[in-house]
């Protein structure tokens, strides 16, 4: 665990690519991500492990088979575990992400967008 | 836990008190809260709990015995379990905390500051 703070913008500045969570803080098993999104990503679930999405700049559909929450800066929603969503972004996105240590970020699915080396930043 | 997304600016309108946090949201037994601070807190520790400062607008100190950080908007910082520590905020900020249910905001300390029956917002 870092002992320092962490300053989101700068996090930010040394990610270049799309759908790579790096990680910026462990607190009692948790994670905390930092994530661009950019495109379509891949339907899955977690079956063991609810996920925060939280958008610290631009916005995002988040889709689910009944509905599609748009989420814009400033505003979270919780994936319950066990439900199945597919993040979606017509532009870069910031997404700040709380989650489980240990949480695949496709979930349930292998696909090329499947990370499971995360680095820390 | 909220099946809606949770837009943070319309619930720090709700909130008109300092010192006392709201829960608005619940993951994996962890809370989200959101608090305004203004002024100085107690010192006091959380024995069994990590917990974590994320600052939404305006800026405050975290003290320590042996250091302050500072915390401006955008910037979290992670406070070990069992680590002595006391927020002060020169003026009024509006803070996101991150840590496991149940979590007692004096930790340790018994205060008027205490809080032991939080809202959900």
Same mark, same amino acid.
């Given at each position: 665990m870092t002992n320092e703070k962490v300053n989101l913008d700068e996090k930010f500045k040394l990610i270049n690519d799309y759908w790579n969570p790096r990680i910026v803080g462990e607190l009692n098993k948790q994670h905390v991500k930092l994530v661009k999104f950019q495109g379509a990503f891949v339907w899955h679930k977690h079956d063991d492990e609810d996920e925060l999405f939280y958008v610290i700049k631009g916005s995002f559909d988040l889709e689910f088979h009944d509905k599609v929450i748009t989420l814009n800066e400033q505003e979270f929603y919780i994936v319950p575990k066990g439900v199945e969503h597919r993040p979606v972004a017509r532009a870069e996105v910031h997404v700040m992400i709380f989650e489980?240590?240990? &949480?695949?970020? &496709?979930g349930n699915v292998l696909s090329n967008l499947t990370r499971d080396q995360l680095e820390n930043i």
């Open positions: 489980p240590a240990g &949480t695949l970020n &496709t």
